[in-house]
Structures are given as C-alpha cells and as structure tokens.
C-alpha cells in the first residue's frame, strides 16, 4: 500500500510547482456541464478527434513524400505501394480531410440553431471561425501536394483569384507562386504551410477550449444554468458518450477509407500534373463547393472574389444580426423554418459547385447564392425584431433529455451520411451511359480472380504493351497473379530495361529483374506521341482510378467502337468510341474475337477480353485492394463490438441521471 501514496506524493510535488494535472482535472474531469447536451454537441470532441488524427497521418506521409514537381506524383504512389501500410495511412489522411470537414460543418451548423454564436459566447464564435478558416487554407493546400491534375489547376485558378485585388493582387499572386507560375517553389510552400498550418490550428483550438470553459457550454434550451441541479461532472457522463459517438463515427470514417477510399475525391488527381492540358471541368474539393459556386455566380472578378470570401467573414456578425433573446431555435418556430432552408441552400450550392458553370446551373447558383445572404442579412435581422418565440422553460433540470438515446445517435449518423453522400462528385463523363459490370473485387468481401488477372496480363503484354507504358508496377508485384517467384524471374528477364551509367559513363541495356518496373515502350513522351500520331498513349499503372466511371469506363471504352455515323465528322487519324468523350478518339481499336488465345481455354471474344484486361488496369491501380477489403472487416467487426460496449456503458453511467 506505500507504492500508490508515493506516488499521489510525487504527483502532488509535481503539481504544486507545475499544475498539469489540476488543469487537466478541472478542465476534463471535474468541469461542470448541463445535463441535457444532446448528440449534437459530440461532433465538437469528434473535430478534435480528427485533428489529432489528421496530425498523425500527416507526419508519417511526411517523412516519405518528395515536394518537388518531378517527383511529388510519384512519392506519393511510392507510398501507396511500396511503404508498409502506406496505402492506410494515405487514405485515412485524405478521407479523414472530409470526415474532418464533415463534422466541423455539422458542429458549426449546431451553433447556428441552438444560437451558440449569441452572448457571451460572441469570441467563442469568432474564434471557431478562425479554425475553419485555418482549416481551409490547410486542405486547399495539401491538395495541391499529390500533384495531380487537378492539384495542379485548382492551385493555378483559385490563387489566381488573389490577382483580382487592386494595386497589389498580381504582386500577391507571385508571391503565393514563388515566381510567374505555379511551380516547383509553390509545392514547397505550399508543403511547409500544410504542414504547420495544422499546429497553429491546435493553438487554436486550446483558445477555443479556454473560451469554452471561460463563457460555459450552451446547451440545447439555449437557457443558462441556475444551479447545481442542471450541471453534471464532464466525466465519466460525456467522455463515455463522447466515446460511443467515436465509435459510430469511425465505422462510417472505416466504410470509406476501406472500401470507397476514392469517392470523395476527383479521378483527374491520378493524372501526372501536365501544365500543357487543361482538365474540361476545374472544381476543388467538395468541402469548398458551396463558397466556389457563390464565386462563380458574379459575373466580374473582383466582386465574386469579394462575395466568397464575404459569405464566410459574414458569419462573424451573426451575435448582432440576429439580436434575439432566445438563443436555442427548439423555442423560435419561424427561425426553424428559416434555418432548414439555409441548410437547404448550403446544399444546393455544394451541388450547384460541382456543375460545369453553363445553363441552369449558372440560374440556380445566383438565385442560390442571393438566398444565402438574403438569410443572413435580411431574415435573421427581422425574424429577431417580429418573431414571436414560445415560452423558456424554468431551468435545465426541468425538462432533462427524456427519450435521448439511440434516436438522437441515429439522427446524427443519418445527417453524416447525407453529408458525404451529397458532396460526393456530381459531375458525369460525356458520351453514353456506361456498360455497368459485375466485377469480382466489389462488395465487402470482394477479392481478384487470380486466372482473370494473368489472362488480363497476357492480353496487355500481347495488345496493350505496344503503346502504353505500365511503370508504377513492379516485375514483383505479379507474384500476386499467382506466378511462383522463378516464373516473375523469368518474366522479368523477357523485358530489357536501360541502367548505368558504367564505369565509363555510358548507359546500357540489361535484362529486367524483379526489382525493376515495366519499362516504357517509347524512351520518352515526344517519341511516344511521335509514333501515336501525336497523341501521347496514357500509363495503365493509374487508368482505373484516373477515369471517371473506373473499371466500367474503360471496360465501356474497349467494347465502346462503332461504325462512324453518316452524320458525324471526325478529323483524320481518330475513330468513332461511343463512350470517349466528343466520341473521337486517335486509339484504334485493340481488341478483336479470337485474336488471343488463352492457356486455360477461356473464352477470347472482344468482351471476355475486355473484362479480362479491365481486370488487371485494376488491379494495377489498386495491388492493395484485397489486404484492404479484410482489414476492413476486422476493423469494423471490432468497431461494431466496442461501440455496442460503450453504447450499454454509456446507458448505465446515466441511468443515475434519467
């Protein structure tokens, strides 16, 4: 019995002279806090969940990533396929930027009904705007670091914006450029920025906790406490809860990081950045849509400019545009409809963003965009002037969260869903509607077919290896087509590859092993689209992830030829596809019944080979995907044990206070 009160004595000594632990008693353990805080006030601790994590990933993927513009594509790929789990923790990185994202619109628009913004949490407000904001600078630029497509040209059209200012925007814009175009220096900027940027955002949030715990928490009433009847210790009644709201949101964070890990995102972002070819449709990533739609609905410049960043910097009036005593909107009927139509807007914005700006769209986005300020300037400042509210209960105690429970968690794992299903990528490939497949590695349990896989290779060795280059693969790597370890030696050694120099400076030319990736067909890209009419043959190591549609594009794609239509022209040297988009492409077509023989007698008519091929471009993109698929059923089977634990913990703890 000495051990544990010497210890108690050290901590004690340690406390009197440094008062970690005190703080962090008072702050976590002891701070007292209304009984009646629903599920909706989880999603505060849930974005400090998420930065932290957010934090963690991001360093690992430091220590390999390459921030220079010939290589930053491919470290990024090198992480995915060569370093140990690197495919986990780039995914948990780049889904947990939308989980972060998720939950911080859904903690802000929280704020926004139960009137969290109002007195005397005015700084408390304003200093959870300056995290959003920081947020976004972060996001915006850690996407233009994996240096794709997309990275590239978003980078060059939002920072281009800065040029709209007066007098000094253009000096702005090299600034932010390092020079007279986005480059080499603006990736190390950008990368330095991103990767401190998130450790000012955790000063942040230690300001925004301390503001907190200075001004109490809101609740759900919206009226403050009048004793020691409404208030409860923070532990252990909201750290269980705050643990079971963990455990829903990491199977929802798990479904996408195992098995949708690229939905969030935009397929040109597996496209190698070329300053030479503009994508057809240059959109950021979904969180920022509703501010890039109020963007494009000004017709000039500057003044967009000045309404996107408006719709955000409006935000830190709302303490005096809406100046009504009753802050929770449960008691403000008209505000309640007012506020669900804002949401509403908010959405059409994000969807409105994600549309090429043509038509309709360009209609909806300014009438959109009107309703938003409209909301803010003009509703809230007149519902707080004429609205008639319901009567405020006496106190907290009163009225104390009565049938809580699973159907306030099921609101809020439903308003998470619609969230990120929403903002997924609305913007569809041009041409016909795709051939959609059944393929083998869809669904939870999917997993290749290891004979599909080798007839898929022998079908790029025999057709596609001609023209387009696979090199992000290694000879390796095809041990997983169930070739032995001799048969991938003897594979390699069909290959020659170019190495040196020698001892006297020159190159020369070897055998391949299995170490070395699929070399190119053509020595470089000029002699490629020398030899393609020129048209530069696109790598297959990323074509499935590249396209949007995936495996059913390209599978579309190879069955999509077809006799050119009398009424259609199309320029010399290109062939009438279907589904390519302006239907004129300068591939011929590749594949035709009975061309390929296959060892095991499988049938060789143009659309088994096609699936065949298909196949292994995916498998080439994702070599991940079966490892993937079965971590993630033992990680979600755990997350679903555990929260079902935390759910019946967390039942218990209360049941003193229901």
Sequence with gaps: MTAPGRLNKALDWVDRRLPLISLMKHSAIDY????????????GSLAGFMLVVMIVTGLFLAMQYTPHVDMAFDSVERIMRDVNYGWLIRYLHMNGASMFFVVTYIHIFRGLYYGSYKPPRELLWWIGLVILLLMM?????????????????GATVITNLFSAVPVVGDAIVTLLWGGFSVDNPT??????LHFLLPFVILGVVVLHVWALHTVKSNNPLGIDVKGPQDVIPFHPYYTVKDLFGIGVFLIVYCLFTFWYPNYLGHPDNYIPANPMVTPPHIVPEWYFLPFYAILRAVPDKLMGVIAMFAAI????ALPWLDSSKVRSGTFRPWFKVAFWLFVVDCFVLGYVGAMPAEGVWIVLGRIASVYYFVHLLLILPLLSRYEKTRPLPESIGLPVLSREGAAK????????FAVVLFAAPAVAAEGAPLRKQSWSWQGIFGTYDEAQLRRGYQVYREVCSACHAMKRVHFRNTEALGFT???????????????GPDDNGDMFERPALPSDRFPSPFPNDQAAMAANGGALPPDLSLIVKARMGGPDYVFSLLTGYAPQ???????????????FPGHAISMPPQLTDGAIEFPDGAPANVEAVARDVTAFLQWAAEPELEE????????????????????????????AVH
Excluded: C, I
């Excluded at 850690?142 to 040209?153: A, D, E, H, K, N």
């Design 32 to 43: 007292p806090t209304p009984k009646n805080l629903n599920y909706w006030w989880n999603f």
């Design 137 to 153: 600078a972060t996001a915006f630029m850690g996407y233009v670091l994996p240096w794709g497509q997309m990275s590239l040209w």
């Design 187 to 192: 990736l190390n900027r950008f990368f330095v």
């Design 313 to 316: 910097l409006v935000l830190f």
């Design 409 to 416: 968690g099921a609101q809020a794992l439903a308003v998470l």
């Design 485 to 499: 370890e001799e048969a991938v030696k003897e594979l390699a050694a069909s290959y020659t590859v170019t190495d």
């Design 565 to 579: 239509p009398a009424d259609v022209e199309l320029p010399p040297g290109k062939f009438y596809n279907t589904v």
């Design 628 to 655: 993937r698929h079965a971590m993630g059923v033992k990680t979600v089977l755990f997350l679903f044990a555990a929260t079902a634990l935390m759910y019946a913990l967390k039942r218990r703890v209360w049941a």
